[in-house]
């Protein structure tokens, strides 16, 4: 598996759940917007870019970016830190999450799948043709 991310910004809003393999304090950040080309060559780099909120102030920030990749899909957990503790001040800013990061290849024809777990249970799922 080859997966490098280029830029991890930190940013605001979030969706707090607890799960098995979410320490104290983590819970997983909403992807709002999952950008992917429509098509890549079986041989090409899959850049992408994700975008979305972190956490209600600056207290809360982008922990990690986990990624299982198999043959015909990627899955991405965007994965948010509090923190906030008593006796801290947290800046009341928003920021945007930005998120890029590319894949490569070799990708398997006819289609390549880009998940993203939300915290809701549901997942935020592109296509991508493969030529």
Do not use: K
Request: net charge negative.
């Amino acid at each position: 598996m080859r997966f490098i991310p280029l830029i991890t910004f930190v940013a605001f809003g979030c969706s707090p759940v607890s799960g098995p393999e979410l320490a104290e304090g983590e819970y997983l950040v909403r992807v709002d917007e999952l950008e992917v080309p429509t098509s890549v060559q079986a041989d090409e780099t899959l850049h992408m870019v994700a975008r979305g909120r972190v956490g209600p102030n600056l207290c809360h920030m982008l922990d990690r970016v986990e990624a299982v990749r198999r043959r015909d899909r990627l899955e991405l957990t965007f994965v948010g830190r509090d923190r906030s503790a008593p006796g801290i001040l947290c800046a009341q800013a928003v920021s945007p999450l930005y998120w890029e990061a590319s894949t490569h290849p070799p990708f398997h024809r006819p289609m390549f799948t880009v998940v993203v777990s939300q915290p809701d249970g549901s997942e935020l799922t592109r296509e991508v043709a493969v030529n």
